[in-house]
């Protein structure tokens, strides 16, 4: 057979446009309009883009057949092809309840198997007038999600609700609930809320559980809100702790992580006594102040060598991505790396494909937006890839600020009351009391007694009942509490002031 020149130009056509349809298989799809941005990472850059954007609440990502279904907390999945960048809902469910931290939350999919795989979801509705946490489960066509089941149902509330969702190699669903704001649930092994459940993708008890019978794998926990498992099926999570100690949690079954009694590491007088009378187990990392950990995914790709073997971690109050590498016997953490600090805002969930890019979302536009955010283009999935680029201009790894024995009013606020109460003290609608002109803020005896001790029920303050809780301070040296009162009266009240000295005479 001769080709003719024109021939030669049209098969050459096809190839080229072959060739581009593979390359774009693996995901080179990004949103032309928003600036590329780099990262250095150990010797080496990472580009950082955008694949999606003006999505609403992103909570859950899972990968499949080089697409992402991911969920939007007021009840839409959706599905995100990473070829092309078109975006199509798959649900718009109307059963869900959301509010604050409430809704449609996480989401996993089957890998192992030949079929249509099952896709489960995780959201809180109201059932008879109760708050409920459902867990859902569908199949997966490639364009639909069918065959609807509800598995389980467990107690919900408006908040604690957990929740991240993972399928092992076996088959086997891991499911971390929360607490629910109940502080008998965690150390009840007979229930499933402050748990990690292991069960059957029909929702069975497989006979290999550690308790017969029950769903219970491991319990003591307070909000988890990231989970993951390691390259030897080592299951890591992340947790919310009150005040002080945020935790990554390595979990092995039958083990207490100690929620309520105890919170992070046992270190101090009252925790010990406890642990020398019931076993509970440490975590393998703690933060105080506290981060608020949100999703966890575990990285061993060759892609970007700094982090392989590493936990990553995003956050919603630090508004960081972190790189928590781990040692060689895989169960302790040996240094951590901090990007991206209030670059991108608050960050709630994270994703590693198979070919080593790295997904993560932004949660922008949820019930707690920091300064500076949403953004226009709000929220987003961010991928991080490596890059054979040399930029001029990059982001680097955020510089550790050491902190000084004593530390002034305006760095323990922000470090302890500005996420909840904000900066300017005008607090969160509905949630957190506004510190502007309240009057608790200026009886200084009973503001001391509210730091000391919390709360244990929802107030009601000048007509408006707020929905969260108020963690005890009491952890916190007299010096410090001092600090924090004065700050607060200086810049919210009557500039009334308090000492160190009054405090200690106010703790029980």
Same mark, same amino acid.
């Given at each position: 057979?001769?080709?003719?020149?024109?021939?030669?130009? !049209?098969?050459?056509?096809?190839?080229?446009?072959?060739?581009?349809?593979?390359?774009?298989?693996?995901?080179?799809?990004?949103?032309?309009?928003?600036?590329?941005?780099?990262?250095?990472?150990?010797?080496?850059?990472?580009?950082?883009?955008?694949?999606?954007?003006?999505?609403?609440?992103?909570? /859950?990502?899972?990968?499949?057949?080089?697409?992402?279904?991911?969920?939007?907390?007021?009840?839409?999945?959706?599905?995100?092809?990473?070829?092309?960048?078109?975006?199509?809902?798959?649900?718009?469910?109307?059963?869900?309840?959301?509010?604050?931290?409430?809704?449609?939350?996480? &989401?996993?999919?089957?890998?192992?198997?030949?079929?249509?795989?099952?896709?489960?979801?995780?959201?809180?509705?109201?059932?008879?007038?109760?708050?409920?946490?459902?867990?859902?489960?569908?199949?997966?066509? /490639?364009?639909?999600?069918?065959?609807?089941?509800?598995?389980?149902?467990?107690?919900?509330? #408006?908040?604690?609700?957990?929740?991240?969702?993972?399928?092992?190699?076996?088959?086997?669903?891991?499911?971390?609930?929360?607490?629910?704001?109940?502080?008998?649930?965690?150390?009840?092994?007979?229930?499933?809320?402050?748990?990690?459940?292991?069960?059957?993708?029909?929702?069975?008890?497989?006979?290999?559980?550690?308790?017969?019978? #029950?769903?219970?794998?491991?319990?003591?926990?307070?909000?988890?809100?990231?989970?993951?498992?390691?390259?030897?099926?080592?299951?890591?999570?992340?947790?919310?702790?009150?005040?002080?100690?945020?935790?990554?949690?390595?979990?092995?079954?039958?083990?207490?992580? /100690?929620?309520?009694?105890?919170?992070?590491?046992?270190?101090?007088?009252?925790?010990?006594?406890?642990?020398?009378?019931?076993?509970?187990?440490?975590?393998?990392?703690?933060?105080?102040?506290?981060?608020?950990?949100?999703?966890?995914?575990?990285?061993?790709?060759?892609?970007?060598?700094?982090?392989?073997?590493?936990?990553?971690?995003?956050?919603?109050?630090?508004?960081?991505?972190?790189?928590?590498?781990?040692?060689?016997?895989?169960?302790?953490?040996?240094?951590?790396? !901090?990007?991206?600090?209030?670059?991108?805002?608050?960050?709630?969930?994270?994703?590693?494909?198979?070919?080593?890019?790295?997904?993560?979302?932004?949660?922008?536009?949820?019930?707690?937006?920091?300064?500076?955010?949403?953004?226009?283009?709000?929220?987003? &999935?961010?991928?991080?890839?490596?890059?054979?680029?040399?930029?001029?201009?990059?982001?680097?790894?955020?510089?550790?600020?050491?902190?000084?024995?004593?530390?002034?009013?305006?760095?323990?606020?922000?470090?302890?009351?500005?996420?909840?109460?904000?900066?300017?003290?005008?607090?969160?609608?509905?949630?957190?009391?506004?510190?502007?002109?309240?009057?608790?803020?200026?009886?200084?005896?009973?503001?001391?007694?509210?730091?000391?001790?919390?709360?244990?029920?929802?107030?009601?303050?000048?007509?408006?009942?707020?929905?969260?809780?108020?963690?005890?301070?009491?952890?916190?040296?007299?010096?410090?509490?001092?600090?924090?009162?004065?700050?607060?009266?200086?810049?919210? /009240?009557?500039?009334?002031?308090?000492?160190?000295?009054?405090?200690?005479?106010?703790?029980?």
């Amino acid at each position: 057979m001769i080709y003719q020149p024109k021939s030669i130009f !049209i098969f050459l056509l096809c190839c080229t446009f072959l060739i581009t349809g593979c390359q774009q298989s693996t995901g080179d799809f990004k949103v032309q309009e928003v600036p590329v941005e780099y990262l250095k990472a150990g010797q080496g850059f990472l580009e950082v883009s955008t694949v999606a954007q003006g999505l609403d609440v992103p909570w /859950g990502m899972d990968y499949v057949d080089n697409k992402v279904l991911f969920t939007e907390i007021k009840g839409k999945v959706k599905e995100l092809n990473l070829s092309t960048g078109e975006l199509r809902t798959l649900l718009d469910l109307t059963d869900v309840y959301t509010r604050t931290t409430p809704g449609l939350l996480d &989401i996993a999919i089957q890998k192992n198997t030949k079929d249509d795989p099952f896709v489960f979801i995780n959201y809180t509705k109201k059932q008879d007038s109760i708050l409920v946490s459902t867990l859902i489960r569908y199949q997966y066509t /490639g364009s639909e999600l069918i065959n609807r089941k509800e598995i389980l149902t467990v107690a919900g509330a #408006s908040g604690h609700n957990g929740s991240r969702l993972l399928i092992d190699e076996k088959n086997i669903l891991y499911w971390a609930t929360g607490d629910v704001a109940d502080n008998k649930m965690a150390q009840d092994s007979t229930t499933l809320n402050g748990k990690v459940l292991r069960m059957n993708l029909d929702g069975s008890v497989p006979t290999d559980n550690p308790i017969p019978n #029950s769903l219970v794998y491991a319990w003591g926990f307070r909000n988890i809100q990231g989970m993951t498992f390691d390259k030897d099926a080592n299951l890591f999570t992340a947790e919310h702790g009150d005040a002080i100690e945020d935790e990554v949690n390595w979990v092995r079954p039958l083990h207490n992580y /100690g929620w309520p009694l105890i919170e992070g590491m046992h270190d101090t007088d009252e925790e010990l006594a406890i642990v020398s009378k019931t076993k509970m187990t440490e975590p393998i990392k703690s933060w105080t102040p506290v981060i608020a950990p949100a999703g966890m995914a575990y990285y061993n790709h060759d892609q970007i060598a700094a982090w392989k073997n590493a936990l990553l971690l995003v956050t919603l109050k630090s508004q960081t991505f972190r790189v928590l590498n781990l040692n060689s016997d895989q169960h302790t953490i040996k240094e951590e790396h !901090i990007y991206f600090g209030k670059h991108f805002g608050r960050m709630r969930a994270v994703l590693v494909l198979p070919n080593g890019d790295i997904l993560l979302s932004t949660s922008n536009r949820d019930w707690n937006p920091q300064p500076g955010f949403p953004k226009e283009n709000d929220d987003r &999935i961010l991928r991080i890839r490596a890059s054979k680029e040399q930029p001029k201009e990059f982001l680097q790894e955020d510089v550790a600020i050491a902190t000084s024995e004593k530390q002034n009013g305006l760095v323990l606020f922000k470090n302890y009351c500005a996420s909840c109460h904000r900066e300017d003290g005008k607090g969160v609608e509905k949630t957190f009391p506004p510190l502007l002109n309240s009057t608790k803020i200026k009886d200084l005896p009973a503001f001391t007694k509210l730091l000391l001790e919390g709360t244990t029920d929802k107030q009601t303050i000048k007509g408006v009942r707020y929905e969260q809780n108020m963690a005890s301070f009491k952890f916190l040296k007299d010096v410090e509490l001092a600090e924090i009162i004065n700050y607060v009266s200086k810049s919210f /009240g009557d500039k009334k002031t308090t000492t160190p000295k009054a405090v200690k005479a106010l703790r029980n």
